[in-house]
């Protein structure tokens, strides 16, 4: 054990000394999550836009209608600015607003009078969903006044006539509204017509949390890059001799080899750790599953990182071993999720990529993210990765001992 730890710190130490790599290495998932952050926030994106109202009316009615617009979710949506008419329509031609609302003078007397009177709603064509929710706002205010006239005209002309009501009057406005009001309960309580309404997603399509599905996918990414660079170490130290001093010591290979393997497993848990914590501002994983995925995630790489050093012992020469190596790891990091999600992803590729080795810890450590894997599946998954992982270390001591370090 003592070379073995040897090997482990001289590893590490020797990373210390390249800290521009190492920066690379460790900062990639950082970074990418902290961009990730920064697109996607800490939770669900509102649309927002400006409602350029220009109220030239002023009266109650036109008020209420104006007021309608900064209740409840609406509220958060809409930022409504007064404006003249002139300035609005300028304000429109430059972009800045996603609807212009002119309400006419009168437009309140003509509303209680039952008289015509057009609004006039401008809306920003470059712009899709605001304008939209500004449109039918607009329209179901206008339907609500035309029931109420239609039900209630007659009294409320009435009451605004101007003149001072007799007692007679108010009494029968009162007796008429309190008649209305027993007349629309019926249908209210009970409720004549409940509406029943079930979300049903297209076969084939579901939503999904675009920063959750990205962060695994960078994470990976990342892992796959420190698979290979340090994989690629091995060709240094055959340049500079060690390993053919190793064969000629009590020391067995199997040691050195994995004092290189727990020196990678460190950096991993340092860069993925990091990376999953960031992610937890983005996704709210929480702490347990994320130190579990990236111990799952540090063993995958461990597992990649004896692949790729089995590929690179295979090239002739350490020019060789760097195309090989990058010839399996680009394919492999577009097809299995590492560039872009699955869920992104045409489905034959998808369905190709999920079953190579990086796809598949890809979809083990987002089940795990997502809170869709059981302690037994957890289990199970690292079972499997130190299954393969056991298979290639003694592949590769075995390729250490037969002729690789001479």
């Known amino acids: 054990m003592r070379f073995?730890?040897?090997?482990?710190?001289?590893?590490?130490?020797?990373?210390?000394?390249?800290?521009?790599?190492?920066g690379i290495w460790l900062g990639l998932p950082i970074v990418i999550c902290l961009l990730l952050l920064l697109v996607f926030g800490r939770g669900q994106a509102t649309p927002q836009g400006k409602l350029l109202l220009a109220d030239?009316?002023?009266?109650?009615?036109?008020?209420?209608?104006?007021?309608?617009?900064?209740?409840?979710p609406l509220g958060k949506m809409l930022v409504v600015e007064k404006v003249t008419q002139q300035d609005g329509r300028r304000r429109m031609d430059r972009g800045d607003g996603s609807a212009l609302l002119v309400i006419p003078k009168g437009f309140g007397d003509a509303l209680i009078k039952g008289q015509a009177s057009q609004l006039k709603l401008v809306t920003n064509p470059s712009q899709s969903i605001l304008p939209q929710i500004v449109e039918q706002t607009v329209s179901m205010m206008l339907e609500a006044g035309f029931y109420v006239q239609a039900i209630a005209g007659d009294r409320i002309r009435a009451l605004a006539s101007g003149t001072a009501p007799s007692d007679q009057s108010v009494a029968e406005s009162s007796i008429a509204f309190s008649h209305l009001g027993t007349a629309i309960g019926k249908y209210l309580n009970p409720r004549r017509i409940d509406l029943e309404t079930e979300v049903v997603e297209p076969q084939g399509t579901a939503s999904f949390n675009m920063a959750a599905a990205f962060i695994p996918s960078m994470v990976f990414l990342s892992v796959l890059f420190l698979a290979m660079g340090f994989s690629g170490e091995i060709w240094k130290e055959r340049r500079q001799g060690v390993l053919k001093r190793l064969l000629g010591t009590p020391a067995r290979v199997e040691a050195?080899?994995?004092?290189?393997?727990?020196?990678?497993?460190?950096?991993?848990?340092?860069?993925?750790?990091?990376?999953?914590?960031?992610?937890?501002?983005?996704?709210?994983?929480?702490?347990g599953i994320a130190l579990a995925g990236a111990g799952f995630t540090a063993l995958a790489g461990?597992?990649?990182?004896?692949?790729?050093?089995?590929?690179?012992?295979?090239?002739?020469?350490?020019?060789?071993?760097?195309i090989v190596v990058n010839l399996v790891m680009f394919p492999l990091a577009m097809a299995g999720g590492s560039f872009f999600p699955f869920e992104v992803m045409p489905a034959w590729l998808a369905a190709i990529g999920k079953w190579t080795p990086n796809g598949w810890s890809l979809r083990q450590l987002s089940a795990m993210l997502a809170g869709k894997s059981s302690p037994v599946d957890i289990g199970l998954a690292c079972a499997g990765v130190i299954a393969v992982a056991s298979v290639e270390f003694a592949l590769v001591a075995r390729r250490l001992r037969r002729g690789f370090a001479l």
Do not use: H, W
Request: charged share 20%.
């Open 56 to 72: 030239e009316d002023e009266s109650l009615l036109s008020s209420l209608l104006a007021g309608a617009f900064g209740q409840g």
């Open 256 to 287: 050195f080899l994995l004092g290189r393997v727990l020196s990678l497993a460190v950096v991993l848990l340092v860069a993925v750790t990091a990376g999953l914590m960031i992610g937890r501002a983005v996704t709210a994983i929480p702490v």
């Open 4 to 22: 073995v730890r040897a090997c482990t710190l001289k590893d590490l130490r020797r990373l210390r000394r390249d800290p521009i790599a190492v």
């Open 302 to 322: 461990v597992a990649l990182y004896l692949l790729f050093q089995l590929l690179v012992m295979r090239a002739g020469t350490e020019r060789g071993a760097n």
